[in-house]
C-alpha cells in the first residue's frame, strides 16, 4: 500500500513541476501554482450563485462571500510582502471588504489580486527567498520563503474549502467539471 501511494504521489508531483533545469525552480514552481490557484478559485466564484454568497455550511464558518473577500485579503497582504509594486489596495480597503459586497465586486476585486500576485512572482526570483519581507511597510519578520510557501499553502486551503462549499449546493467545482 506505501508503494503505490508513493507511485500516485510521484505521478501527482511529476504534473505539476516545472522542469528540473531552472535557475528558479521554487519562484517558477509557484509562478505555475498561481495560474492553477487563480482559475478555479475565479471559476468558483464565478460558478456560485450571488444568492448563495451568504451560504455558510455552519454557525462558525465564513459564508461564501466571506471567503472571497478573505482571499483577496490574503492575497494582496501576501503578494505585496514580495512585490516591488504598490498593493492595488490599502489594508483600509481590505479591512473594509466584506463577504455582503455584491458578487461582481468580490470577482473583480478577487481577480485584481490574483493578477497582482502574478506580477510579484513574475518579478522574483529563487535568490531573493532569504530576504526579509514587509507588509504594507511594517516588516514582517518573516523571509520571501516563508510568504511563498504561505501563499501555495492558502490557495489550496482556500479552493478546497470553496470546492467544499459549492458541493453542498450541488454544484461541481471547476476541477472536477467534465472535460470539455
Known sequence: MTLELAAVLCASIATI????????????FLRTIVVRSSQNLEQSA????ADKY???????????????????????????????KPAPMSPEQLQAMTGKDSKNALIR???????YCREALAASSD??????????G??????????LIT??????DHYSTAAN??????ILPPTAQPKK
Not at 46 to 49: A, E, R, V, W
Request: charged share 15%; glycine share 4%; proline share 6%.
Open 17 to 28: 513541476q516545472g522542469p528540473l533545469s531552472t535557475a528558479n525552480p521554487v519562484t517558477d
Open 46 to 49: 464565478d460558478l456560485m450563485p
Open 54 to 84: 451568504s451560504f455558510r455550511p455552519t454557525d462558525a464558518q465564513m459564508t461564501f462571500g466571506e471567503l472571497m473577500a478573505h482571499v483577496v485579503q490574503t492575497n494582496v497582504a501576501l503578494c505585496s510582502a514580495i512585490s516591488s
Open 109 to 115: 476585486n478577487l481577480k485584481q489580486s490574483f493578477e
Open 127 to 136: 535568490t531573493q527567498l532569504s530576504a526579509e519581507t514587509s507588509m504594507f
Open 138 to 147: 511594517r516588516p514582517t519578520g518573516q523571509s520571501r520563503a516563508a510568504v
Open 151 to 156: 501563499l501555495a499553502m492558502d490557495w489550496a
Open 165 to 170: 462549499y459549492l458541493r453542498l449546493n450541488g
